[in-house]
């Protein structure tokens, strides 16, 4: 076999591996967590709290303040949407499941392209992977898009820190 | 701390909002969510991959389509206001999700030659895009630009959308930010492109087998293309 047989080989399997990173790097459409952040805190329980919207959520019945944390994503989801929500779920899981057992956190997961929820995709303005957190008090509602946490993706305990204190901060204002 | 980090206190610091707007762009390149379109971009501008000096032009087209791209979304929201962008950001990313696809397999078979394009006569718009994209020496690069810019994954239409924007719109010279940021997206693809057509040609050189690896490189990149353009359309299908 000649040299020049050799790249041709090489070149080839080259196209191979790309193929094979394609694949890994935005083939999971179905929106399972495959990625589960690995955050490199001491304790790492599994995200199980996702609450896929199927109600409008609104002030609770009771007049109870709440903080609401929505993740908006079209169908398709690239590997850096799932790992957002990942993030997201993990943290929520592991500092704030008191707050959510009160009902004072609620979460939820939304496909924007999914017609049933066309009505909260209006309300906030979604569009993309995008995350919301809307603090209702008295009644009244203030929807603020948290853009930072999108540039923590791939590590994964700035992306939980950060993701605490976004939560936390709105949690102390509803006090 | 990370590059995405550096560029959120960048951003955030707000000295310098020209230079935030070139590393969000440098970021959405980098980012895993557009790396098929940067991979197929790299491909087709590496075709004439011995020919140094075209690859450099191609990669400065490719990264020109860009920037009329983002020029032209971001004019329109500055001018329209930001209401418009959740129905604009809306339509690009599901267009680009049924167009993309059909549009690189075609480029893909044209590049291979296989068909002729009487053949694809027809084939109605996107045909007639397919086969200047891959055709035309200089339009095909800029057009591939054009397209890609146009085709929206989530990630970057995040950054583009929700952080490029508004910074656009609170700075003075906001307006030229958007072709900023996409000097920023095609910088890395056109800096990857003459370090390979710079090793390729050097070895191929050396192997005295130039048209043999143009050759070959021209049909791995059709390939690439079509490969990504049939890992478009299963995403689409799937959704």
């Given at each position: 076999?000649?040299?020049?047989?050799?790249?041709?080989?090489?070149?080839?399997?080259?196209?191979?591996?790309?193929?094979?990173?394609?694949v890994?790097?935005?083939?999971?459409?179905?929106?399972?967590?495959?990625p589960?952040?690995?955050?490199?805190?001491?304790?790492?329980p599994?995200?199980?709290?996702t609450?896929?919207?199927?109600?409008?959520?609104?002030?609770?019945?009771?007049?109870?303040?709440v903080?609401?944390?929505?993740?908006f994503?079209?169908?398709?989801?690239?590997?850096?949407?799932?790992?957002?929500?990942d993030?997201?779920?993990?943290?929520?899981?592991?500092?704030?499941?008191?707050?959510?057992?009160?009902?004072?956190?609620?979460?939820?997961?939304?496909?924007?392209?999914?017609?049933?929820?066309?009505?909260?995709?209006?309300k906030?303005?979604?569009?993309?992977?995008?995350?919301?957190?809307?603090?209702?008090?008295?009644?009244?509602?203030?929807?603020?898009?948290?853009?930072?946490?999108?540039?923590?993706?791939?590590?994964?305990?700035?992306?939980?820190?950060?993701?605490?204190?976004?939560?936390?901060?709105?949690?102390?204002?509803?006090? | 701390?990370?590059?995405?980090?550096?560029?959120?206190?960048?951003?955030?610091s707000?000295?310098?909002?020209?230079?935030?707007?070139?590393?969000?762009?440098?970021?959405?390149?980098?980012?895993p969510?557009?790396?098929?379109?940067?991979?197929?971009?790299?491909?087709?501008?590496?075709?004439?991959i011995?020919?140094?000096?075209?690859?450099?032009i191609?990669?400065?087209?490719?990264?020109?389509?860009?920037?009329?791209?983002?020029?032209?979304?971001?004019?329109?929201?500055?001018?329209?206001?930001?209401?418009?962008?959740?129905?604009?950001?809306?339509?690009?990313?599901?267009?680009?999700?049924?167009?993309?696809?059909?549009?690189?397999?075609?480029?893909?078979?044209?590049?291979?030659?296989?068909?002729?394009?009487?053949?694809?006569?027809?084939?109605?718009?996107?045909?007639?895009?397919?086969?200047?994209?891959?055709?035309?020496?200089?339009?095909?690069?800029?057009?591939?630009?054009?397209?890609?810019?146009?085709?929206?994954c989530?990630?970057?239409?995040?950054?583009?959308?929700?952080?490029?924007?508004?910074?656009?719109?609170?700075?003075?010279?906001?307006?030229?930010?958007?072709?900023?940021?996409?000097?920023g997206?095609?910088?890395?693809?056109?800096?990857?492109?003459?370090?390979?057509?710079?090793?390729?040609?050097?070895?191929?050189?050396?192997?005295?087998?130039?048209?043999?690896?143009?050759?070959?490189?021209?049909?791995?990149?059709?390939?690439?293309?079509?490969?990504?353009?049939?890992?478009?359309?299963?995403?689409?299908?799937?959704?």
């Amino acid at each position: 076999m000649g040299i020049f047989s050799k790249f041709r080989l090489a070149a080839l399997a080259a196209v191979l591996l790309l193929t094979v990173s394609l694949v890994s790097a935005c083939g999971d459409t179905t929106g399972q967590p495959t990625p589960t952040p690995t955050i490199s805190a001491t304790v790492q329980p599994t995200p199980t709290a996702t609450v896929v919207a199927t109600a409008q959520p609104t002030a609770t019945p009771d007049g109870q303040n709440v903080l609401y944390v929505m993740y908006f994503h079209r169908t398709q989801r690239c590997a850096s949407c799932i790992y957002a929500e990942d993030g997201i779920v993990w943290t929520i899981d592991t500092y704030f499941s008191d707050e959510v057992a009160d009902g004072k956190l609620i979460f939820m997961s939304i496909d924007l392209q999914d017609t049933a929820n066309a009505e909260l995709v209006s309300k906030y303005g979604a569009y993309t992977s995008q995350l919301f957190m809307n603090k209702v008090t008295n009644g009244e509602e203030e929807i603020e898009q948290i853009t930072s946490l999108w540039f923590y993706i791939g590590n994964d305990q700035a992306y939980s820190d950060a993701a605490k204190a976004e939560i936390e901060e709105r949690l102390e204002y509803l006090e | 701390m990370g590059f995405n980090e550096f560029v959120l206190h960048f951003t955030e610091s707000g000295g310098w909002p020209v230079i935030a707007a070139f590393l969000i762009g440098l970021l959405a390149a980098i980012s895993p969510c557009p790396l098929t379109t940067n991979i197929t971009a790299l491909a087709f501008i590496s075709r004439n991959i011995t020919d140094r000096k075209y690859v450099a032009i191609a990669g400065a087209l490719y990264t020109l389509g860009r920037m009329v791209s983002y020029s032209i979304i971001g004019v329109v929201i500055i001018l329209a206001g930001e209401h418009i962008i959740p129905g604009l950001a809306n339509s690009l990313q599901s267009s680009g999700e049924m167009f993309l696809g059909p549009l690189l397999i075609v480029v893909g078979i044209l590049m291979l030659g296989i068909i002729k394009i009487p053949a694809l006569k027809g084939g109605g718009r996107l045909a007639r895009i397919g086969e200047k994209v891959a055709r035309r020496r200089w339009l095909g690069p800029f057009l591939l630009g054009v397209v890609f810019a146009l085709a929206f994954c989530p990630y970057t239409a995040l950054l583009f959308f929700a952080v490029l924007i508004p910074l656009s719109i609170k700075s003075t010279a906001g307006i030229t930010f958007p072709a900023v940021f996409a000097i920023g997206t095609g910088l890395p693809v056109l800096i990857f492109a003459v370090l390979l057509s710079f090793s390729v040609s050097k070895v191929s050189k050396w192997l005295d087998k130039v048209t043999a690896a143009e050759k070959w490189v021209r049909r791995i990149a059709a390939v690439v293309c079509i490969g990504v353009g049939i890992y478009y359309v299963v995403l689409w299908a799937q959704s």
